[in-house]
């Protein structure tokens, strides 16, 4: 693994924890021709509600279909990022780039899933999954429902789905318009162990065939390190820390190396 501190005052590198692990394998699903993800960079990002300044010349350079997690403390600015990427809202200073196209106005290429499912109660759950309503929209729909196995359930009402279940939805709904970059602020928070560990399943499976960039925040180093390539801590407004997670997929959690790397993590937050 490697490991280096960034933009700290005592920013030296750190030292590597251990020996690097290269040559993830690739699952029987591998497509290279569906592989989507976009570059995304972020050039000192400034934020301001007023005098509140959020973000302070935050830099980030995401290569395209990199799995990345963000940790952070409550308030730090993750989903005022989020915002930004996905283009609901603009910089004080700085700018965003997708593919090298700096981002103005909302962004059709990314999409942003929450905590909460937000789903619509009079509609049902193929409905919502094509809300977009594209020409072809059922089809594409459908296929959305099969990815996260909730094809059988088309047409019932979110009301009576689980909370698993109506998160299952609202990743269908995301993915339907084939994203190259996927933010996902929090997805899982509000879920059951159990619950949470199939969604991961679920989400790997799919980043691993499409390859769309993600972005995950999250509160929970454990599943940080056990979903992303990368991991990155924001602080003051910046990134402060940053490391790549080089072991094997699918990944134990119980792994040393990886539960040394979450008490690395968690000291930087
Ligand atoms: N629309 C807004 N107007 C004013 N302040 C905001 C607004 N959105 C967020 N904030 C403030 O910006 C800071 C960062 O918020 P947020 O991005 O939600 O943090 P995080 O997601 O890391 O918890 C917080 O102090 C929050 O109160
Ligand atoms: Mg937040």
Known sequence: MML????????????????????????????AGRHRGKR???????????????LRGLNLAIPAGQFLAVVG?????????MRLIVG???????????????????????KLLFQDARLLPWQTVL?????????????AAMNALRDVGLAERNNEWPA?????????????????????VLLLDEPFGALDALTRADMHTLLEKLWLRD?????????????????????????????TF??????????QRTDVELVALQERILREV
């Open 242 to 251: 940053d490391v790549d997670v080089k072991a094997e997929r699918p990944r």
């Open 4 to 31: 280096k501190r960034l933009n700290n005052a005592d920013g030296v590198f750190s030292s590597p924890m251990s020996k690097a692990q290269n040559g993830a394998r690739e699952p029987a699903a591998f497509d």
């Open 160 to 180: 009576v789905l689980s909370g698993g279940q109506r998160q299952r939805v609202a990743l269908a709904r995301v993915l339907v318009g084939e994203p190259n």
């Open 211 to 239: 390859r769309f960039t993600t972005v995950l925040i999250t509160h929970d180093v454990a599943e940080a390190v056990a979903l992303a390539d990368r991991v990155v801590v924001m602080r003051e407004g910046r990134v």
């Open 88 to 110: 609901l809202d603009k910089p004080t200073n700085g700018n965003i780039s997708i593919d090298g196209s700096v981002v103005q106005g909302l962004q059709k290429s990314v």
């Open 40 to 54: 995304v960079d972020l050039n000192d990002l400034h934020l301001s509600y007023g005098d509140r300044h959020v």
């Open 127 to 139: 409905s919502n999954v094509g809300i977009a309503r594209a020409p072809g929209w059922r089809d």
């Open 73 to 81: 403390r409550s308030g730090v600015g993750k989903s005022s990022l």
